[in-house]
């Protein structure tokens, strides 16, 4: 049974132009980029390359690039930077449909002293930009809030947002994990500090990410040690995912019309024919503001876990949100936030797509999912009186 992947938002297969890229530092050209010798010097050189890989896709300079292991740490060492080179300042402004790496931190804070403010989203996971500009205040360090939702796919404003931070004298951080290789950027014509992306996500293997810090900004390293990057983050590198890293943006920049064009055809055709053939279906995320390869589905009255399962025995590989809160029973905190019923947050299913999908796959999936849905709901012990669930079970 061929497997069908679309959990591409959880991570992405990598594309074999990387592995190879890849392979030489393993057993060839494996000495230390640190060493004075010859052998591990020439390794530095590669580095180079890779960093200005990936400054290129953000529309960045190399010196802005520090390599990380992922996006955690970025969103980590983004944040404790902004608060520790501005200790007067004690006040962090999100979201409240931000990523784990960035939510869990910020709660932490709170019991370290510090104050967070939680904005909120509408129907669509829209931000207001209004009720940003009322919650910064003058101990406002860093207003972090993501570029696009790992769940729905919303596209956040993050220019708007930008400039609404700095103009009140906050350092702006954005989450674009997600983003990054799915729509064109170019950092130095937006307000942005700190940027961070994973390579797992972008066709590069699992366990390097990088940050963006623009020049200028105040930086505290979050791991302190070596003088590996510049003193930004100790440690000696993971060669072969910075190579893997550096070539994955350079493909991700010659697939960005690629992304926008096929694969937003191929999530639109998928999108549409489930909401056509599947009755009491919504679909979650705005309609137009949304990653090209993403959509987030919630059918009435069946659960999530279950479509997962069944979807599983066909070997379609999906989700019911981030790969990062998997195994609770909990609705997503992104469909809380935008107010999704109960009836229908319970039975969500993410669909994400990369390059690697084809026409035949989405087919598949267009006749075989509202079959699985039509079985689960001929077996649901729940009927329906207003919002809630009822029944036995």
């Known amino acids: 049974m061929a497997t069908i992947y679309l959990d591409n938002n959880a991570t992405t297969?990598?594309?074999?132009?990387?592995?190879?890229?890849?392979?030489?530092?393993?057993?060839?050209?494996?000495?230390?980029?640190?060493?004075?010798?010859?052998?591990?010097?020439?390794?530095?050189?590669?580095?180079?390359?890779?960093?200005?890989?990936v400054a290129a896709l953000l529309g960045a300079a190399a010196g802005e690039i520090v390599f990380t292991s992922c996006g955690t740490e970025g969103d980590s060492t983004a944040i404790r930077s902004a608060l520790e080179a501005q200790p007067d300042k004690r006040h962090l402004v999100t979201t409240k449909v931000e990523h784990p790496a960035v939510l869990n931190l910020a709660n932490h804070l709170v019991k370290k002293g510090y104050h967070l403010t939680?904005?909120?989203?509408?129907?669509?996971?829209?931000?207001?930009?209004?009720?940003?500009?009322?919650?910064?205040?003058?101990?406002?360090?860093?207003?972090?809030?993501?570029?696009?939702?790992?769940?729905?796919?919303?596209?956040?404003?993050?220019?708007?947002?930008?400039?609404?931070?700095?103009?009140?004298?906050?350092?702006?951080?954005?989450?674009?994990?997600?983003?990054?290789?799915?729509?064109?950027?170019?950092?130095?014509q937006l307000p942005i500090d700190f940027l961070t992306l994973s390579g797992h996500k972008l066709h590069a293997p699992k366990g390097v990410g990088a940050l963006y810090v623009r020049k200028g900004v105040p930086f505290r390293p979050f791991l302190v040690g070596g003088h590996q990057e510049r003193g930004r983050r100790g440690g000696t590198e993971n060669v072969p995912g910075i190579i893997g890293?550096?070539?994955?943006?350079?493909?991700?920049?010659?697939?960005?019309?690629?992304?926008?064009?096929?694969?937003?055809?191929?999530?639109?055709?998928?999108?549409?024919?489930?909401?056509?053939?599947?009755?009491?279906?919504?679909?979650?995320?705005?309609?137009?503001?949304?990653?090209?390869?993403?959509?987030?589905?919630?059918?009435?009255?069946?659960?999530?876990?279950?479509?997962?399962?069944?979807?599983?025995?066909?070997?379609?590989c999906a989700s019911s949100g981030s790969a990062c809160t998997s195994g609770s029973l909990e609705p997503s905190h992104v469909l809380r936030a935008m107010g999704v019923p109960f009836t229908y947050a319970h039975g969500s299913v993410r669909l994400s797509l990369s390059r690697f999908n084809t026409e035949e796959e989405i087919a598949f999936v267009v006749e075989r999912l509202p079959g699985i849905i039509e079985r689960l709901r001929s077996i649901s012990p729940f009927t329906e009186e207003g919002d809630a669930w009822t029944g036995e079970g």
Request: glycine share 10%; charged share 25%.
């Open 13 to 53: 297969r990598v594309d074999p132009a990387v592995f190879e890229e890849m392979r030489p530092f393993f057993c060839d050209l494996y000495g230390n980029p640190s060493s004075m010798h010859t052998f591990g010097g020439q390794v530095g050189h590669h580095l180079d390359t890779a960093r200005e890989r």
């Open 118 to 188: 939680l904005l909120g989203v509408d129907g669509d996971g829209m931000i207001d930009l209004d009720e940003l500009r009322d919650a910064i205040r003058d101990d406002t360090a860093l207003v972090s809030i993501m570029w696009a939702n790992n769940e729905t796919g919303t596209v956040f404003p993050v220019q708007e947002a930008g400039e609404i931070a700095k103009s009140r004298g906050a350092l702006f951080h954005t989450d674009a994990v997600q983003a990054v290789g799915k729509i064109p950027m170019d950092v130095h």
């Open 245 to 316: 890293l550096g070539k994955a943006c350079e493909l991700a920049g010659e697939n960005i019309e690629h992304e926008n064009t096929r694969v937003r055809a191929l999530r639109d055709r998928l999108e549409r024919g489930l909401l056509a053939t599947v009755p009491d279906t919504r679909l979650n995320g705005h309609p137009t503001d949304r990653l090209p390869n993403t959509v987030n589905l919630s059918f009435k009255f069946v659960e999530g876990e279950a479509i997962l399962l069944l979807l599983d025995e066909l070997g379609i």
